[in-house]
């Protein structure tokens, strides 16, 4: 396991500019890179393997309701976290340029190298337990969806709403990896009538299989 000075070293660190372009070619870019959060005593890591992409001009966007203080990040700079309760967990989105316009981090997968902590998954598992089972959540579905993924990465809405990446705390950061396709449908659990047909939903094809829901009908970018 590398210390901090290791770790940040070995990362390239996403910075704020990354944030401040068209949503959807944020949401596409966010795909592959990894999220590292530094739970109590040890970093955890999940690769981005799906996201969503919000315009404030869309009815599916909540900044398309208006300013609230709740909603107070979406109006903040590119690159600000913006974090809500959805269907009973925290979710992790963050700003993108223009107000109100943001990218939903949908899912991930649990990201290990050289630099891991050898009870990573264990530690996720804990964080993430399944209810009513003795047994631990599998590590493929420890982030299978944006409430686990938060669970599992000890993401909470009142640690992180309106504020700003941390490399000492939280950051993402660019491995180099370069995905070889990205498939492209429609947002997931969105209302009839609130543009619930818009292709904004991105998945890293290799990961498909652990992405929120198994795509079944694909373009791809």
Same mark, same amino acid.
């Given at each position: ?76 700079? @590119?690159?600000?976290? !913006? ?7 925290? #979710?992790?989105? &963050?700003? /993108?340029?223009?107000? $109100? ?65 941390? @490399?000492?705390?939280? !950051? ?7 995905? #070889?396709?990205? &498939?492209? /449908?429609?947002?997931? $659990? ?32």
């Amino acid at each position: 396991m590398c210390n901090l000075a290791q770790i940040t070293k070995n990362n390239s660190i996403i910075k704020s500019s990354f944030f401040n372009r068209d949503t959807q070619l944020v949401a596409k870019d966010l795909l592959g890179k990894v999220l590292y959060v530094w739970d109590q005593d040890m970093w955890l890591s999940a690769i981005i393997i799906e996201t969503e992409a919000y315009y404030r001009e869309e009815k599916a966007s909540h900044a398309s309701l208006g300013f609230t203080e709740k909603r107070k990040a979406l109006f903040m700079p @590119p690159g600000t976290i !913006y974090m809500y309760y959805a269907r009973g967990g925290d #979710s992790l989105n &963050i700003s /993108t340029k223009g107000d $109100g316009n943001a990218v939903l981090i949908k899912s991930a997968y649990p990201y290990q190298d050289t630099c891991s902590a050898p009870n990573l998954i264990a530690r996720m598992q804990a964080n993430n337990p399944q209810k009513n089972n003795s047994m631990p959540r599998p590590a493929h579905k420890l982030c299978k969806g944006q409430t686990l993924l938060c669970k599992s990465l000890n993401l909470k809405v009142p640690d992180w709403d309106t504020q700003q990446f941390d @490399p000492n705390k939280f !950051y993402i950061a660019d491995k180099g990896y370069q995905p #070889s396709e990205i &498939i492209i /449908t429609p947002r997931l $659990g969105i209302p009839e009538g609130r543009d619930q047909h818009l292709p904004y939903r991105f998945i890293l094809k290799e990961y498909a299989q652990h992405s929120t829901k198994k795509p079944t009908k694909r373009e791809t970018a």
